[in-house]
Nanobody, 115 residues
Framework: VQLQASGGGLVQPGGSLRLSCAAS????????MGWYRQPPGKQRELVAI???????SYADSVKGRFTISRDNAKNTVDLQMNSLKPEDTAVYYC??????????WGQGTLVTVSS
């Protein structure tokens, strides 16, 4: 499984960005897909995950601002990020976890929230 993340960039506080992760295989049977992030100088942390059944979970820090979605037909997982804050600045990584493929990571996309 190869994961290609895109959509990062520079945005002002309060703005929005949409990240997209495209998988090289069908994600229909991938149990959990998610987004993680690694802020500068910090460890990687969970942002949001979504199961094959469509159940989503979020880190407390992004609840109500971020929305994760998956499109099994397009083999993509998106992260809509609204009301962005400077503390959301990080490299964002896509992850796919399944019994068939194990845990796979994308290359990361940088999100910078700054005025």
């Amino acid at each position: 499984v190869q994961l290609q993340a895109s959509g990062g960039g520079l945005v002002q506080p309060g703005g929005s960005l949409r990240l997209s992760c495209a998988a090289s295989v069908s994600i229909f049977s991938i149990n959990v897909m998610g987004w993680y992030r690694q802020p500068p100088g910090k460890q990687r942390e969970l942002v949001a995950i979504i199961t094959s059944g469509g159940r989503a979970s979020y880190a407390d820090s992004v609840k109500g601002r971020f929305t994760i979605s998956r499109d099994n037909a397009k083999n993509t997982v998106d992260l809509q990020m609204n009301s962005l804050k400077p503390e959301d600045t990080a490299v964002y990584y896509c992850n796919a976890a399944s019994l068939q493929y194990g845990s796979r990571w994308g290359q990361g996309t940088l999100v910078t929230v700054s005025s």
